[in-house]
């Protein structure tokens, strides 16, 4: 890299400079500790995903076109081209809405880096245990911070952050999988950025919502071999003021802050700030589910004794998912604040057995949803990115009691993060759907023991179920 490029590109450089000189090392205990199970929940997510309807499509439609089969399909017997596979497995994990999320950076962050890196792996057989957790935590850090760059304005703005955001978590995680220097890092990062695109309406009934991960999860992986093979991208992707990431995807100069991008790059770590979900529906859901829960644990109620619930949020929670409610398809469903808060009232939780096609106008919870308002508080909004996710939520019921609870962050969050038994018992539910307790057992052990293993080939084998 010439001077020149260097003045001009600080930030781009600065980021592909860490990715680089990553060294497992220097990664703190609790990180590999935390990205292990950010992993196997990422894969547990992947897997259930196989058998829903886009999941199935989408397989059958690449595997028609594909002449090459040089990459697994996580938790099935097929195989696919790495670039395919990667769109795939994307996909898989952000098929049900369970997987994980950065909530300030507004990024879904094991969907995009995994199935990149994953594909890495299996094209360079060889890659050990800590250098698939290295590459991992890279992916993790990179992608977060592009999106405490940007601000919940961006998701504000209409663009879907996991297909746009998403892609440098991408190439960072494959490009350091690579092992690739600085100046091919700026490259790929580069080449990722041009790609990425992905609107917002797709979450009011579209099933390409899912896809849009697995895209991102490909455009990286696509920026990362090029790269490789000597082919530029845009090397102030991230600075440019006319056609760069930052200015394009953001109304204007003050809605973003480059600073982010490398503020305490290499000593905070954003990978401890990733959650876990444990309903089966958007992030910016599930605090208002949990406040829910809390009053109903002092006062139980039932739906019929509702008069109406009022969730004031963020400015980003109302337009990301306080709209009015239409029964268009299960992505709308598992999209919408007041039908989850329906479901959870009505089923007594907010899992996979409570979302399906049958009930996304089901006459009771249509109703319940109706009793939902979401308005916006300018004091919450105020609190920044890193409070997107608050609410505060009174409960009215007919005889004239009002019971109000307000929550900062959900169950799984970075304050009060999940155990290791409680992330093992929920990999093991959604991929028991697919796998055999055997299968589940295999590799929840190989992903919490990664540190260990001289080859990924026993990981990638048996998440292709191969015969050990």
């Known amino acids: 890299m010439n001077v020149g490029e260097a003045v001009r590109n600080p930030?781009?450089?600065?980021?592909?400079?860490?990715?680089?000189?990553?060294?497992?090392?220097?990664?703190?205990?609790?990180?590999?500790?935390?990205?292990?199970?950010?992993?196997?929940?990422?894969?547990?997510?992947?897997?259930?995903?196989?058998?829903?309807?886009?999941?199935?499509?989408?397989?059958?439609?690449?595997?028609?076109?594909d002449s090459s089969q040089a990459c697994s399909v996580w938790g099935?017997?097929?195989?696919?081209?790495?670039?395919?596979?990667?769109?795939v497995n994307g996909t898989l994990v952000q098929s049900f809405e369970l997987d994980d999320v950065h909530r300030a950076g507004v990024l879904h962050v094991g969907a995009v880096t995994l199935p990149a890196l994953m594909a890495v792996s299996e094209l360079r057989p060889g890659m050990n245990g800590r250098d698939f957790l290295r590459a991992a935590v890279a992916g993790y850090e990179i992608g977060p911070r592009v999106g405490l760059c940007m601000g919940p304005e961006h998701i504000g703005q209409g663009w879907h952050s996991g297909a746009t955001v998403g892609v440098f978590s991408a190439a960072a995680g494959a490009a350091a999988?690579?092992?690739?220097?600085?100046?091919?890092?700026?490259?790929?990062?580069?080449?990722?950025?041009?790609?990425?695109?992905g609107l917002m309406a797709a979450q009011y009934g579209a099933m390409v919502k899912r896809l849009h991960a697995g895209r991102s999860s490909q455009s990286g992986l696509y920026g990362a071999l090029l790269a490789e093979a000597g082919f530029t991208g845009i090397a102030d992707v991230f600075e440019c003021d006319y056609g760069g990431f930052c200015t394009t995807f953001s109304r204007s100069h003050d809605r973003f802050n480059l600073a982010e991008l490398t503020a305490g790059l290499g000593e905070r770590f954003e990978t401890m700030s990733v959650a876990l979900k444990f309903y089966s529906c958007v992030g910016s859901n599930h605090t208002?589910?949990?406040?829910?829960?809390?009053?109903?644990?002092?006062?139980?109620?039932?739906?019929?004794?509702?008069?109406?619930?009022?969730?004031?949020?963020?400015?980003?929670?109302v337009d990301h998912v306080g709209w009015r409610y239409r029964p268009d398809s299960l992505t709308s469903?598992?999209?919408?604040?007041?039908?989850?808060?329906?479901?959870?009232?009505?089923?007594?939780?907010?899992?996979?057995?409570?979302?399906?096609?049958?009930?996304?106008?089901?006459?009771?919870?249509l109703a319940l949803a109706d009793k939902v308002?979401?308005?916006?508080?300018?004091?919450?909004?105020?609190?920044?990115?890193?409070?997107?996710?608050?609410?505060?939520?009174?409960?009215?019921?007919?005889?004239?009691?009002?019971?109000?609870?307000?929550?900062?962050?959900?169950?799984?969050?970075?304050?009060?993060?999940a155990s290791d038994g409680d992330v093992v018992d929920k990999f093991t539910k959604l991929a028991g759907h697919v796998l055999?307790?055997?299968?589940?057992?295999?590799?929840?052990?190989?992903?919490?023991?990664?540190?260990?293993?001289?080859?990924?080939?026993?990981?990638?084998?048996?998440?292709?179920r191969r015969q050990q």
Not at 76 to 87: D, E, G, V
């Open 373 to 417: 308002i979401v308005q916006h508080d300018p004091m919450i909004t105020a609190r920044g990115a890193r409070y997107r996710h608050m609410v505060r939520v009174e409960v009215n019921l007919r005889g004239g009691e009002r019971y109000e609870e307000t929550v900062e962050a959900p169950r799984g969050s970075e304050r009060t993060f």
């Open 436 to 464: 055999s307790n055997a299968e589940c057992e295999r590799i929840s052990a190989l992903v919490l023991g990664c540190d260990k293993l001289d080859d990924l080939d026993a990981l990638t084998g048996a998440l292709a």
């Open 333 to 365: 469903a598992q999209m919408n604040l007041p039908f989850c808060v329906a479901t959870l009232l009505a089923e007594g939780d907010a899992f996979v057995e409570q979302f399906s096609d049958a009930v996304i106008a089901d006459p009771r919870r």
């Open 11 to 65: 930030y781009t450089g600065g980021i592909a400079a860490f990715v680089a000189g990553l060294r497992y090392e220097h990664i703190p205990a609790e990180v590999i500790a935390r990205i292990k199970l950010l992993i196997l929940d990422a894969l547990g997510c992947a897997i259930f995903g196989t058998g829903l309807a886009w999941s199935r499509i989408l397989m059958t439609t690449l595997g028609e076109v």
């Open 177 to 197: 999988g690579l092992k690739l220097p600085r100046d091919k890092v700026v490259h790929a990062l580069g080449i990722a950025g041009t790609q990425a695109a």
């Open 288 to 317: 208002s589910l949990d406040a829910i829960r809390m009053i109903q644990a002092r006062r139980p109620f039932k739906p019929d004794e509702i008069d109406r619930i009022v969730v004031h949020g963020s400015q980003a929670t």
């Open 76 to 87: 099935t017997h097929r195989r696919l081209s790495a670039p395919h596979a990667a769109l």
